[in-house]
C-alpha cells in the first residue's frame, strides 16, 4: 500500500444527505480535495477507503464533504470524528506538512530551537507543534525556507520572537 498522509479530520455531519464537516489540515487544498479522489478514513483495522462525491470549502479552515457510499446521516456517523487520509504523491513544488514532522527549527543565527512534534489547525490557521509550543505556519514571514536534505526548518527573526515567547 502507498505512503498515506492525513489531509483533514472529520468534525460532525452536516444535514441530513451524509455530508460531513472537516477540519482541513492540508495546506494546498486543490491538490486533495476533489470529485473523484480516493480517500482513507482512518488508519489500521477498520480503515474505510472510498472517494470523494463532493467537496467545497467554508471559512476558517473548514470544507463541508460527502463521500461515495455514505449517503445519509446514519451511513455517514461511523465517519465521525477520524482523520482522512490520501496516498502520498510527489507534487513538484509542494511540501507536505507531515514532512515536517522531526525537523529540527533552527533560528536565523543558525541556533537550535526545538524539533517539530506536530501540526495542528486551530482557527482556519496552521500551527507546527514545537515542542509544547505552536508556531503559526507563515512561509516567508515567520519560516524563512526549509532544508528538505537536512531536515530542518528556519525561522526569520520574527518567527524565532514568535516561537521563543510562545
Known amino acids: 500500500m502507498a505512503e498515506l498522509t492525513k489531509v483533514a479530520h472529520i468534525m460532525s455531519t452536516h444535514g441530513l444527505k451524509g455530508e460531513v464537516k ?17 480517500v482513507f478514513v482512518g488508519l489500521g483495522e477498520g480503515q474505510i477507503k472510498t472517494k470523494i462525491a463532493s467537496f467545497y470549502t467554508i471559512p476558517k479552515g473548514l470544507g463541508l464533504l460527502i463521500l461515495e457510499g455514505f449517503d445519509s446521516i446514519d451511513k455517514a456517523q461511523v465517519l465521525l470524528k477520524k482523520d482522512i ?13 507531515s514532512d515536517f514532522v522531526s525537523y529540527q527549527v533552527i533560528g536565523p543565527e543558525g541556533t537550535k530551537l526545538g524539533e517539530v512534534t506536530g501540526f495542528t489547525n486551530m ?8 515542542g509544547d509550543k505552536l508556531l503559526p505556519y507563515v512561509v516567508d514571514v515567520l519560516i524563512a525556507y526549509a532544508e528538505n536534505e537536512k531536515k530542518e526548518l528556519h525561522l526569520t527573526p520574527q518567527g524565532q520572537e514568535i516561537l521563543e515567547n510562545a
Open 123 to 130: 482557527g482556519g490557521k496552521l500551527y507546527l507543534e514545537v
Open 85 to 97: 487520509y490520501v496516498a502520498k504523491k510527489e507534487l513538484q513544488g509542494k511540501v507536505y506538512l
Open 22 to 38: 472537516v477540519f482541513i489540515i492540508a495546506n494546498s487544498i486543490e491538490d486533495f480535495f476533489f470529485k473523484g479522489q480516493e
